[in-house]
T-cell receptor, first 114, second 113 residues
């Protein structure tokens, strides 16, 4: 168990809809990262937060947004969903500022857009 | 920008044999960290092994070891005595001092009984 909790595990929704994915980082971790993994693809970095502030942005679509709250949990909002948004969305956390602090991944949220 | 390259999309190994997965990276930084992650069919991401760039000694975790060649910017993973449970996608990852992580495209490892 990595200590990172993602909810829900599965999500099925229709095109055009909006969903929210939730992530609770490992206890003590201040950094949260979001990744998208489509079928048989690698990990696409979406966005990184540190202690409530956005630190880095990757290939995140304008239809997607995220935030990290004062209690350090994070939410990824996906709107105007398209079929191509179907993927496994990972949240990961790390202890930013510490040497050699690896990413600890949640089990992912599997999003299916129909 | 840092890039991570895994040139072997697929590899296979006989059970109990040894296999080496390749990874190269490109960076102008001198201090960074390297990781190998395993993604089994369950699609969980599991940390396998880590290596600090400033350490010359290669990291080892049981049957898993790395061959870190800093000058060549190479970070390969060796799996000894391969087991059926080692079958997975393996991702090489690079972390810079800004705590940004870059992943390779992965190598799919098949273990043949």
């Amino acid at each position: 168990d990595s200590g990172v909790t993602q909810t829900p595990k599965h999500l099925i929704t229709a095109t055009g809809q909006r969903v929210t994915l939730r992530c609770s980082p490992r206890s003590g971790d201040l950094s949260v990262y979001w990744y998208q993994q489509s079928l048989d693809q690698g990990l696409q970095f979406l966005i990184q937060y540190y202690n409530g502030e956005e630190r880095a942005k990757g290939n995140i679509l304008e239809r997607f947004s995220a935030q990290q709250f004062p209690d350090l949990h994070s939410e990824l909002n996906l709107s105007s969903l398209e079929l191509g948004d179907s993927a496994l969305y990972f949240c990961a956390s790390s202890s930013r500022g510490q040497l050699n602090s690896p990413l600890h991944f949640g089990n992912g949220t599997r999003l299916t857009v129909t | 920008a840092q890039t991570v390259t895994q040139s072997q999309p697929e590899m296979s190994v006989q059970e109990a044999e040894t296999v080496t997965l390749s990874c190269t990276y490109d960076t102008s930084e001198s201090d960074y960290y390297l990781f190998w992650y395993k993604q089994p069919p369950s699609r969980q991401m599991i940390l396998v092994i880590r290596q600090e760039a400033y350490k010359q000694q290669n990291a080892t975790e049981n049957r898993f070891s790395v061959n870190f060649q800093k000058a060549a910017k190479s970070f390969s993973l060796k799996i000894s005595d391969s087991q059926l449970g080692d079958a997975a996608m393996y991702f090489c990852a690079f972390e810079n001092t800004g705590n940004q992580f870059y992943f390779g495209t992965g190598t799919s490892l098949t273990v043949i009984p």
